[in-house]
């Protein structure tokens, strides 16, 4: 343990192996929420702790009078190592607490996309690293709501989990500010969709209510209905619903659904997710 310690901090080591899987796990790969600007921007900041090592990265720690009390705190009881910053995307209420933090909490890398401010390593699509001993990192390049946007996929033995930022978020995606409907459809319907379909989604913002007003306007299936119960009784959806949930209840993720193509008058899946965007943004 002492080795792998000085093997990744202070830079967290890029590898393209696989997390090795122990059978006698018995501690998990722990994602602590810290919701920022609620009833605002209702953001969320991610907390993600290698439980063996305590080895912990910060993602998108925006508002630090928000979230540095959390690491404080958890730095002091012994829960947490802090070891990186994370950012999904530039834009400021994701990566605008990067310098307060480092200022606060010492030198960290800074890993995001090239826009994010103080980044000190950008990993490439498909590249790998790891949080202490167990988590296994692959970053996933997502263009469209900003060009340097990075959805995280972790795994940690049959755990996974996916930081999604504003590229997708629970029944919905994000605007496309820098990019197109071609950008969207691919990070949502190629690299995320082909996640497994168990993985957990942490998205960026809990937008949940107001994208289900969207799905049920333009669907209203039995798995749109579900979400939409859930989220009148949970102020809360993060880490809820998983991959496969979404290609269920998130019409972004249906535009091969004829029901949907009928809706928007468009069969070509890219004119399906543009014509959804407008509609949505209409809304
Ligand atoms: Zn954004």
């Not at 393209?16 to 609620?38: E, L």
Request: glycine share 8%; hydrophobic share 35%.
């Amino acid at each position: 343990m002492t080795l792998t310690r000085t093997l990744i901090r202070p830079s967290i080591r890029f590898c393209q192996s696989r997390a090795q899987k122990t059978p006698q796990q018995t501690r998990k790969m722990h994602v602590h929420s810290i919701p920022m600007w609620t009833g605002k921007g209702n953001n969320y900041a991610y907390l993600v702790t290698d439980e063996p090592t305590k080895h912990s990265v910060i993602i998108d720690p925006a508002n630090p009078p928000e979230v540095a009390p959390v690491l404080k705190s958890q730095i002091k009881n012994g829960t947490i190592d802090l070891t990186a910053i994370v950012n999904t995307h530039h834009h400021w209420d994701h990566a605008g607490g990067n310098n307060e933090i480092l200022k606060q909490f010492g030198k960290l890398p800074v890993i995001g996309g090239k826009d994010s401010a103080s980044v000190t390593t950008t990993p490439k699509h498909g590249e790998t690293f790891k949080i202490g001993e167990r988590i296994t990192v692959k970053a996933l390049h997502t263009p469209c709501h900003t060009q340097d946007s990075i959805c995280y996929f972790m795994e940690d033995g049959d755990q996974r989990v996916v930081f999604t930022g504003d590229t997708l978020f629970i029944g919905g995606c994000g605007r496309f500010f820098e990019g197109n409907a071609q950008e969207m459809h691919k990070a949502l319907n190629e690299t995320l969709a082909a996640l497994p379909d168990d993985t957990k989604v942490y998205p960026g913002h809990e937008y949940t209510k107001g994208n289900v007003k969207f799905c049920m306007a333009v669907s209203e299936s039995e798995p749109i209905k579900k979400l939409q119960t859930f989220a009148a009784q949970n102020p809360q959806t993060q880490g809820k619903f998983t991959i496969g949930d979404e290609k269920l209840h998130n019409v972004f993720m249906r535009v091969n659904d004829p029901e949907i193509q009928k809706k928007t008058g468009k069969t070509n899946p890219v004119d399906v997710m543009a014509a959804l965007r407008e509609m949505k943004n209409a809304m």
